[in-house]
């Protein structure tokens, strides 16, 4: 391990966040993210004060919601087993603390400190974590460094080595080396990322386990009740969900699906349901002699025939899946495809756009045959008319997309195992 990459780090990180400080103030972002921590030690100390001292502590850390996701069935099998274990999440992203300040399983959700090293020290000194399970990524290295000096065991998940990442580049390789060596164990996403870590990073503690995430999302699929209400509505009905669409898959959709002789029931899931842009779509459906209605006005004169639905209020689009014979994720024709195995473990064809290579699994999927990538309004309009008038194709592509997920559950197991031996020494050292 070369470590005067993370000692360069260590030393001129304070001077990093003063710079930074400086230029908040014309940098509204970084204004909210100092501003959100302002007394993030402050508020933990509260809740520390309610938890017995004697707990097992497992602190986990994500970026934001969707690295979150990925650690949930990993928390939820270690409570079900050992409800003492005391749970500390932390998020970089106001959105992702925003999303799960709430989360139940947790004696604490907070912020992550700014990354200096006395910061790292107070939080150390205050949550005296057993464990820091770090998901997928965002490394800061003060926070590990001090895991480490304080006797913590450090355990990476979810983690993937993409090509073309940072990771590879000649001036960062030997510092992230470095950060990698600090991990005791490392749980890796695939075989060539776990080839990678041992080959490029020399980290013989790397092994595969695959990405918890199938596993959440395996789980939530159970979960329906929210839509109950809505399944008469569809029943014995060809189905189309249009998921976190965004106003260039609205426009490519919208004109595919109108083309369409057989049109499927249409459920459209705007990305955003915030005023401003729910007005939006309703003029363009409008505009376009489209009829609907919002699902929060829903009553017993909508018609599926004719009418498309269109969903205004947020948290139950993995669930609006169940109801679909056909997904349409958005995304594709933006930054980067959404969430493409919520609608795929439901055993249907999956169809996004052009854009969709950070995604490790909308890859994989359409790798294996179980979505169609769509790369103008005709490809989509060849696309939804092949799938809603050939039934069996349709089923052959859902049940390809159903097993590309199925197939790829087990990490949760794996990853808790591991944390399980770490407990189970923990409280042999009590005895």
Known sequence: MNPSALSFYTLFSPMLLGSARLVSALHPKLRTFFRARKRVFEELEQKMQKLPQSSFRLWVHAASVGEFEQARP????????????????????????????????????????IDTPNNAKRLFSMIRPDILLLMRYDFWPNHLLEAKKYGAKLILAAAVLQQGSLYFKPVLKSFYRSIFHLFDRIFTVSEQDTLAFHQLFNCPQAQTAGDPRFDQVFLRSRNRERVDHLRPVFKNRT???????????????LTAWKELDERP???????????????????????????????????????????????????????????????????????NVHNTLEPAVHQIPVL?????HNSPEAEGLAAAGGAIVIHDQQELF???KSLTTDTAQRKKIGTIAGAFVQERTGATAAIAECIEGYYNSWETSLT
């Open 265 to 335: 029931s249409l459920v459209l899931v705007p990305h955003e349901v915030n005023p401003e842009n729910m007005a939006r779509l309703y003029r363009d459906l409008k505009e376009r002699s489209l009829d609907f209605m919002a699902v929060s006005a829903l009553n017993k004169t909508f018609n599926p025939d004719r009418q498309i639905l269109v969903i205004d209020q947020t948290g139950y689009l993995a669930e609006l899946y169940s109801l679909a014979s056909i997904a349409y994720v958005g995304g594709g024709f933006g930054v």
């Open 352 to 356: 996004f756009g052009p854009r969709y």
């Open 382 to 384: 060849d696309g939804l």
């Open 74 to 113: 990993v928390i939820a099998a270690l409570k079900e087993k050992h409800p003492d274990i005391a749970v500390f999440v932390s998020f970089l992203s106001d959105s992702g603390y925003n999303a799960r300040k709430n989360f139940p399983d947790a004696s604490a959700v907070f912020y992550l400190p």
């Open 239 to 253: 189905v189309l969900v249009a998921g976190s669409a965004w106003e260039k898959d609205e426009a490519i959709l």
